[in-house]
């Protein structure tokens, strides 16, 4: 059986102390296997970006652990195996579009040997050369913006920029913070497009938070509900869509009845975490 591209067990994350304490999650597993599409899912406040943060490595665990392809965070990250897309796209306004996304290729020629040395750990086979990110810009539809400042690209064209710079590294794990949440619905579903093709192509695990259940049911193989008071997984609802997944699946009974079904799940995560 692989190694878990993503293995979260029996985690917890308090924030404050005494009365005022925060428990942000509570015993939560999570097992995410390799060339999985995984979106997390829930009310505000449920600890999503939390989870996100601890597969990171951003934040520790108080307790229970956390691993990627066997490996701690901390490990993982030094080695490039993680990509981050947070709300906002992060792009060094001075550079060029094309500038930014080969910068951490630049910077970070020494993760390849770490990254060997894990792969060869775990008995996995390290990624072939770092690809061509002219190309891969031509493939998310910004060739013609290759040489343009950020400031000079809407916030569409920004958010796939930040998207082709996370996966030119060709890392073991993209985690996804709400990437689309600030944008019009027409250019979020034209980037989950976009995101879909660029996936399929390079099979990079993906744990993507979102709020909207369209969203979810669109790009998932499974989605993950949280529940609040305390942060907790209630449930996870595997998609047997077909793929690819186009604009028409959208208009589907069996679309609309994902749809349903995880909303009817969200009401009662909502239910709880009011009661």
Same mark, same amino acid.
């Given at each position: 059986?692989?190694?878990?591209? /993503?293995?979260?067990?029996?985690a917890?994350?308090?924030?404050? =102390?005494?009365?005022?304490?925060?428990?942000? +999650?509570?015993?939560?597993?999570l @097992?995410v296997?390799?060339?999985? =599409?995984v @979106?997390?899912?829930?009310?505000?406040?449920?600890?999503?970006? *939390?989870?996100?943060? +601890?597969?990171?490595?951003?934040?520790?665990?108080?307790?229970?652990?956390?691993?990627?392809?066997?490996? @701690?965070?901390?490990?993982?990250?030094?080695?490039?195996?993680?990509?981050?897309?947070?709300?906002t796209?992060? +792009?060094?306004?001075? +550079?060029?579009?094309?500038?930014?996304?080969?910068?951490?290729?630049?910077?970070?020629?020494g993760?390849?040997?770490r990254?060997?040395?894990?792969?060869?750990a775990?008995?996995?086979v390290?990624?072939?050369?770092?690809? !061509?990110?002219?190309?891969?810009?031509?493939?998310?539809?910004?060739?013609?913006?290759?040489?343009?400042?950020?400031?000079?690209?809407?916030?569409?064209?920004q958010?796939?920029?930040a998207?082709?710079?996370?996966?030119g590294?060709?890392?073991?794990?993209?985690?996804m913070?709400?990437?689309? #949440?600030?944008?019009d619905e027409? *250019?979020?579903? #034209?980037?989950?497009?976009?995101?879909?093709?660029?996936?399929?192509?390079?099979?990079?695990?993906?744990? =993507?938070?979102?709020? @909207?259940?369209?969203?979810?049911?669109?790009?998932s193989?499974?989605i993950? /509900?949280?529940?609040?008071k305390?942060?907790?997984? /209630?449930?996870?609802?595997?998609? !047997?869509?077909?793929?690819?997944?186009?604009? !028409?699946?959208?208009k *589907?009974?069996e679309?609309?009845?994902?749809? !349903?079904?995880?909303?009817?799940?969200?009401?009662?995560?909502?239910? *709880?975490?009011?009661?």
């Amino acid at each position: 059986m692989k190694t878990a591209a /993503i293995e979260v067990r029996g985690a917890r994350r308090v924030y404050g =102390f005494g009365p005022s304490a925060m428990v942000a +999650l509570d015993d939560v597993d999570l @097992s995410v296997q390799p060339g999985r =599409f995984v @979106s997390v899912i829930g009310p505000s406040g449920c600890g999503k970006s *939390t989870l996100l943060r +601890l597969v990171a490595g951003l934040e520790p665990a108080d307790r229970g652990e956390v691993g990627i392809h066997g490996v @701690s965070p901390e490990e993982a990250c030094a080695a490039k195996m993680v990509g981050l897309v947070p709300q906002t796209p992060a +792009l060094l306004p001075w +550079l060029s579009v094309l500038k930014n996304v080969t910068l951490p290729q630049k910077v970070n020629r020494g993760a390849a040997r770490r990254r060997a040395a894990i792969g060869e750990a775990a008995d996995r086979v390290a990624p072939p050369e770092p690809p !061509d990110m002219a190309e891969l810009l031509r493939k998310a539809g910004l060739a013609e913006a290759a040489h343009k400042l950020p400031g000079e690209l809407s916030g569409g064209m920004q958010q796939r920029t930040a998207i082709v710079r996370a996966f030119g590294l060709q890392p073991e794990v993209l985690l996804m913070d709400e990437p689309f #949440s600030a944008l019009d619905e027409f *250019t979020r579903e #034209s980037l989950q497009e976009q995101l879909l093709d660029l996936w399929d192509e390079l099979k990079t695990t993906v744990l =993507f938070v979102t709020h @909207s259940v369209s969203e979810a049911v669109r790009l998932s193989d499974a989605i993950v /509900i949280m529940a609040a008071k305390p942060g907790r997984i /209630i449930d996870v609802v595997n998609v !047997d869509l077909p793929r690819p997944r186009g604009r !028409d699946l959208l208009k *589907t009974p069996e679309f609309h009845h994902l749809e !349903d079904l995880i909303r009817d799940k969200l009401r009662g995560a909502w239910h *709880t975490q009011v009661a």
